[in-house]
């Protein structure tokens, strides 16, 4: 079974259902639904589908409406969608397709039609979450990249606006790096930028921590529901990390070996707060850093 290949069948019968899993289990990972509601459901999950086989005819909302509002939400308007219908109607798969589907399968179910109609869009849909990854990874240090960030900050600061839950940002930069760059040249530059990203991610211990390479030498982390103290902890975490990594620097003005100054901000959901505001602050507490001595965390 392909584990990274997810497929979500949608019927209201138990038994197409059992039909169709069977038919499909051997290559892909099955999840079930059995209503409209629990569809839209499963594709907000942290594992959504890579593809859903969706029946027309359901009790509440049915198959046809099912699909507009996938397609309308920016979650999960990328998934394919397959009808699965007894209808034969060329109206009617014609109104399918306007609505997004990428195929119909019709009952009742022929093993090499519904293996061979599924197949294709998950291929597709696996070149698409490829090319999408690295157009949001840094191809140096291969962490998110500033793109990511930016998507990533404006959608946890919506969360943290639902929740009314605090949320903390943690700019770094790495003291010198151009005096590093000129004295031990760009190969070791790269290196110590590779070196730097993987002890940041190392010092993260939950799924919600975001490490992100801002520009340059400069990297930021995002830390939802973490307050001022917890985000100094970590930030204190990630300083130290870059020190034990005893990457030597004899062109630094502040240490004989790599180091971080790194800023810290939080706010709450409560306040109105947009990513430039919440950037602008770790950025001042950065300054702070930097004006107090380097190798140091600082919040504003």
Do not use: W
Not at 231 to 248: S, T, W, Y
Not at 280 to 289: F, G, M, P
Request: negative net charge; glycine residues 8%.
């Amino acid at each position: 079974m392909n584990e990274s290949s997810r497929i979500l069948i949608v019927d209201d019968e138990r038994h197409n259902i059992k039909v169709l899993t069977e038919h499909l289990r051997e290559e892909y990972k099955i999840m079930a639904a059995k209503t409209g509601e629990q569809a839209l459901n499963a594709v907000q999950g942290p594992k959504p589908p890579d593809l859903i086989l969706l029946d027309i005819m359901m009790p509440g909302i049915n198959g046809h409406e099912v699909c507009r509002k996938l397609k309308a939400d920016n979650h999960s308007m990328h998934i394919p969608v397959i009808f699965v219908s007894a209808l034969d109607a060329s109206d009617d798969e014609s109104h399918g397709f306007e609505l997004g589907a990428v195929d119909y399968i019709t009952k009742p179910f022929t093993p090499a039609i519904v293996k061979a109609r599924v197949r294709t869009p998950i291929q597709l849909k696996q070149k698409s979450d490829l090319l999408e990854r690295m157009a949001s990874i840094d191809g140096l240090t291969e962490i998110p990249n500033r793109r990511n960030f930016d998507g990533m900050l404006e959608r946890e600061l919506r969360r943290a606006a639902r929740n009314g839950s605090l949320l903390s940002l943690i700019v770094m930069d790495i003291d010198f790096f151009k005096k590093y760059n000129d004295y031990y040249g760009h190969a070791e530059g790269d290196d110590c930028l590779r070196r730097v990203a993987k002890a940041l991610t190392g010092c993260m211990r939950r799924a919600s921590d975001f490490a992100a390479r801002y520009g340059g030498e400069e990297f930021a982390v995002i830390l939802p529901e973490t307050d001022r103290h917890g985000a100094m902890i970590v930030a204190e975490k990630m300083r130290l990390g870059v020190v034990q990594l005893n990457i030597g620097h004899a062109a630094s003005d502040v240490a004989d070996h790599v180091s971080l100054s790194l800023g810290v901000a939080t706010v709450s959901g409560h306040q109105d707060s947009s990513p430039v505001d919440l950037v602008r602050a770790a950025d001042a507490s950065l300054y702070k850093a930097k004006e107090t001595g380097r190798n140091r965390v600082f919040f504003g």
